[in-house]
């Protein structure tokens, strides 16, 4: 059984910049696409980005295209998503996840097994 923890998040400031990890435990992810989730309150749980189990293709929502960064190391088994620019919509808790296929996959559906999340919020 594969247990997520991500860590990273945190209270910040419009305009600052955060770096979430993704720690896979159990088993090794390197052969899984993974995602970034996030949900805000009263929202529904959003897909933000995703990377290809070998990170060479990565989707992004068009709310953060050019200011967050998905990438992955598959020998440490760990995914990060570099956020910057931040913004006080980007407040939710975010949440790493296991696609069901090895390919990039650009669904909320596509994705399963998600982390228990890191709470980013950013004030104005």
């Known amino acids: 059984q594969v247990e997520l923890v991500e860590s990273g998040g945190g209270l910040v400031q419009a305009g600052d910049s955060l770096r979430l990890s993704c720690l896979a435990r159990?088993?090794?992810?390197?052969?899984?696409?993974m995602g970034w989730f996030r949900q805000a309150p009263g929202k529904e749980r959003e897909l933000v980005t995703g990377?290809?189990?070998?990170?060479?293709?990565?989707y992004y929502a068009n709310s953060v295209k050019g200011r967050f960064t998905i990438s992955r190391d598959n020998a440490k088994n760990m995914v990060y998503l570099q956020m910057n620019n931040l913004k006080p919509e980007d407040t939710a808790v975010y949440s790493c996840?296991?696609?069901?296929?090895?390919?990039?996959?650009?669904?909320?559906?596509?994705?399963?097994?998600w982390g228990q999340g890191t709470q980013v919020t950013v004030s104005s």
């Open positions: 996840a296991i696609a069901v296929s090895p390919y990039l996959s650009t669904t909320p559906e596509a994705y399963e097994h």
């Open positions: 159990g088993r090794t992810v390197s052969g899984d696409a």
């Open positions: 990377i290809s189990f070998s990170g060479g293709n990565t």
